[in-house]
């Protein structure tokens, strides 16, 4: 019993550390929409600054991801101004599934979740799919409006249904 709950701690720690992450990580997706590319960088700096206690493989794994979610919002973007032709991506997704929704009529809050969300699902497999909407649901819970937790579940419940089906054909 007492190795069970060593065990569980250091399960609950690690849980509750990514949790953490994610949010700082939808934090700084969430500042892009405020501030320039250039802007950004100085941002994100000042943003670890503020962090007590930040491990230097904290700061790196948040660093990676919110780079890696961005380089495909430039993807999106290049698509958009059409000097890309390739699959649908994060944004397109996202619209293809907020059905009478346009990308521009979501809240900043919960695009931002979102985002991170639907590249969880299609580019992090170290996150499993329930738990990637279910922290989604939980950030735009505490940091959306009164709905956008029934909202954000629902877009992606859709495009995880829609992966699957995907993945079984």
Sequence with gaps: CKRY?????????????????REHIFKLLFMTE???EEEM???LSLYFD??????????????RKYRHVLEK???????VDGT??????????????????SVERISKVDLAILR??????KYDKDVPTGVAINEAVELAKRFGGETSGSFVNGI??????????????
């Design 5 to 21: 709950l060593e065990r569980k701690a250091v399960y609950t720690a690690k849980i509750m550390r990514r949790r953490e992450q």
């Design 34 to 36: 405020f501030n320039s």
């Design 41 to 43: 960088s100085e941002q």
């Design 50 to 63: 503020t962090l007590e206690e930040l491990s230097e493989k904290d700061q790196e794994y948040m660093s």
């Design 73 to 79: 919002l430039d993807y999106i973007q290049a698509m």
């Design 84 to 101: 890309m032709d390739k699959e649908e991506e994060l944004e397109e997704m996202i619209g293809r599934f907020a059905q009478g929704w």
């Design 116 to 121: 991170l969300a639907v590249y969880e699902l």
């Design 156 to 169: 992606l419940g859709k495009i995880a249904n829609s992966e699957s089906e995907e993945k079984s054909e």
